[in-house]
Structure formats: C-alpha cells, structure tokens
C-alpha cells in the first residue's frame, strides 16, 4: 500500500478517491510510524461498526480526551452507558416538538442576516458570505440553544470571544507539534498529577502554539458557565426572568436544566456535564451547517434552473402561507428538502471518522474484497486495538448504492425512489439513507436542529433574491 501522507496530489480528497477506486470498499494505508489504518465505506461493515457492533468499536482515547479537555465532560467526550445517559437527558430538547418551538427564533436572527446583507449589497461588489453563515450559525445556536446572544449580526460589529475561540480552535490545533503532542503525549500525560499541576506546566512551557490554544478554552469555559449559571438564576427567579430571556425560556438549556431537575437521581447529570454541553453543542453546530449553507449557494449559483425553481417554490409557498414559514410549511417544500439532502449526500461537513477495536472483531463486507493471494474475502478479522476510518464521503458516493451518477449534484434524485440497491443494503445512518450524520448511540443528535437552520436560511436568502 502507498503511505497516505505521501500522497503526490494537491488533493487529499483525490488521493483517498483514487485509493477507494483501486482497491474498493475496504484497504489498509501505512500510516506515520509504520501504523497501519484501515478504510472502509462498506455498508455491511459499516452496520457492525455504528450499530449491531458498536460496543466493539469505540473513539480513540486521544480525541476523548482532547476533546474533554477542550469542550468540557459533554457528548463528545463521553463513552457507554456515561454517554448514553447524557443524551437521554438531552434527546428530548432535539425533538420535532421542541423545533417547532425555535422556529421563531430562527426567523428572528435570520431576518437580521438578511437585513445587513442588504444593506451589504447596496455598496460592495462582492460579499464573502461564508464568514457571515459562520455568524448566523453561531447566534442561532446561541438564541435557540441557550438564551444567550453573541452577535448583533450588524455590520462592524465586533466579534465575540467564544465565537473566535470556537471558529480558529480547529486551525491552532492542526500545528504540527500539537498534533504529534495530541496523538503520542495526550494519552499518557493526561493523568499525570492534579489539573492544577497540569496547567502550571502548561502555563510554563514556551510554546506558542499551546498557549493559543490554552486561552481559546479558558474562553469557551468560561464562556460555557456565564451562560449556564444565567440559566439556572432564570429558572430559580422564575416568572418573569424565565420568559424574558432570549427566546422566552424555549432554549435549549433552559430546557435542559429544568428536565435535568426532575429527571432521577441515576439519570440527573452533574453540573458541569450541563456546563460542558455549551461548547460541545456549539462546535457541533457552527461550522459544519455555515460550510454545508455556503455549499449549497455555490451549487445553486453553479445551476441556474435549480435555483429559478427553488425559487418559484418558496415564492408559491409565501403567497399561500404568508411570508414567515412555520415549522410545518417549511419543512414541507420538496424540492428545497432534496436540494439540502442532495448537498449533504454528495458533500459531508465531516468526511471522516475514526474508530478503535475494543478487542479482536470479525467484521463482515457487503462487497467481497481481493487478498494478496488473490482470494475473495467476505470478511475481515480485526485484531484489537486497530484503527479504522469510516467514510461517510465514499459511502455516499458509492456508485454500487447510488448508480452510476453517484458523484454527481442532482436534487431530483430525491424526488423519485431511491434505487433499490440503496435500499437493500440498509446504509445505517439515522438521516435518509446517509452517513453524513452517523448513525447508532453516536449518532448526530442535533441533526433536525441542523436541517431546520439550513431550510431557514436558504429560504431567507432566495426569497430576498427573488
């Protein structure tokens, strides 16, 4: 196998491509320091691993704990039944009853969008638009998840500090010494000493690097507990100071706090669990819907009939149902729903993840796979402690699942029945046949949160287009 970190392309996205086209659904890639991975989009091993299988196959340590680290003792850096019992208090504020309820906050901070784009277009030539979904993404989540405001969505106004954290914490944690820190250190220095210890080594290393990224957390966590403590001081005020907080007491963390009050003791989540759901949800939710949002306009700008039709549609539903869509009508428009699907089938905010065997796994493949030997082999044994790359990108560009035009944009596909061979082989994604939410105990939990927004803003934008 070729060494995916010498690839010889500008591309990564076209080296993998290349690998899945030469070798199939399963391959193995000789990784830094002679680590083996394997990669697969296989829908059959892809079942075993997300689902009938997944107590098998668990996150690695290093980015649980990075990510507890980072975000604080939220979805993203929990495992089992720890996990399980934290989304059981929070399923209930990602339900369809409780988006209803957002809806109007979604228009209200969409609608000043749409206002300062306007005004925008009246002096500039060209709008770079995807720093300004970036700002939506993050006041939608930060109206209708906690209560709280980050941006007056004005022009000029000055940008937030959780709001920096959050949108460069990815980028400051791609330095090269703080990956090979976060892969080969992390995992065997994370329990050495107290967390007092821990900072004040950090604190005295002179690295760069690591004290950028030591301020980006002490703003999301401090961040994370202004908001969670106005929350509780609400909730304990009652009356008035509940339905006048930003979104009348709907939000996302005044119902949590207040389910987490009644739920029983076993089930009842520690506080700084609630603390560390702030910045798990926001990073979840920012980024990843303002770069699916800014996809969708390029490709609606790349298809001119698209878009004349998405936007007749919107304007029919408007003349019908007046200009402000509730949840029902909005989320009832065919061809803006398959222009959404189609964007997130052909282009996942998260290409890639990684898993590792708990113990030695047989993990068997829809699609047989050639050996050295030239044997077909319809299943795989996984020794323990073997990391594997699951791919929602190929598995939703499978030709073999989707047909022969797999790879190409058509929002009409979703408008006639899916081939039968998608269907058969029971893709295990919790959304449409799709991976690019997951699927399983581990699965995106805010996904209609994120389709709601996208429906919302693209709305918003072609109607002020129109």
Known sequence: MMNIFTNGTSSNEAYIDNLAK???????????????????????????????????????????????????????????????????????????????????TFYSVVRKLRDSLTKLNETEKEIDLLPWLTRCALEIIGQSGF??????????????????????????????????????????????????????VVDFLPWK?????????DVMHSTSVEIFEKTKQAIKEGGIAATERIGGG???????????????????????????????????????TSNALSRILHLLATHQD??????????????????????????????????????????????ILMRVATQDAILPLANPIKSTDGRDLH?????????????????????????????????????KPLPESLVEARVPGVYSHLMTFLGGSRSCIGFKFAQLEMKKCQESHQSQAM
């Open 379 to 415: 299943e795989v044994l996984v020794p323990k402690g073997t990391s594997i790359l699951i791919s929602p990108h190929h598995c939703n560009r499978d030709p073999a699942l989707w047909g022969p035009d797999a790879t190409e944009w058509k929002p009409e596909r979703w408008l």
């Open 250 to 288: 709907k939000d996302i963390m005044s119902v949590l706090v207040k389910a987490n009050m009644l739920a029983s003791e076993e089930d009842r989540l520690p506080d700084n669990e609630l603390i560390g759901q702030v910045s798990t949800l926001t990073f979840a939710a920012m980024d990843t």
């Open 209 to 217: 690097a690591l004290h950028e990224v030591r301020d980006m957390v």
């Open 22 to 104: 030469i070798y199939g659904s399963l391959f193995k890639i000789h990784a830094l320091w002679n680590a083996d991975l394997l990669y697969t989009y296989d829908s059959k091993a892809l079942q075993h691993i997300v689902l009938k299988d997944q107590h098998l196959w668990e996150e690695p340590d290093e980015l649980l704990i990075m990510n507890g680290r980072t975000f604080g003792v939220g979805l993203l850096a929990t495992l089992g039944d720890h996990h399980r019992r934290q989304r059981k208090v929070l399923n209930p504020v990602f339900s369809i009853a409780h988006m209803r309820d957002m809806t109007p």
């Open 147 to 200: 209560g709280y405001s980050f941006d007056t969505l004005e022009i000029g106004a000055p940008e937030h500090r959780f709001g920096h954290s959050m949108k460069n914490w990815t980028a400051a944690m791609n330095n090269t010494g703080l990956l090979i820190g976060r892969f080969l250190l992390l995992p065997i220095v994370h329990n050495w000493g107290s967390r007092r210890f821990q900072r004040a």
């Open 306 to 351: 698209v878009q004349d039709k998405l936007r007749k549609e919107i304007q029919e539903a408007h003349f019908i149902h007046g200009e402000e869509l509730d949840y029902e009508n909005l989320t009832a428009l065919p061809y803006l729903d398959a222009i959404c699907r189609e964007t997130l089938r052909l282009h996942a905010p998260v290409p």
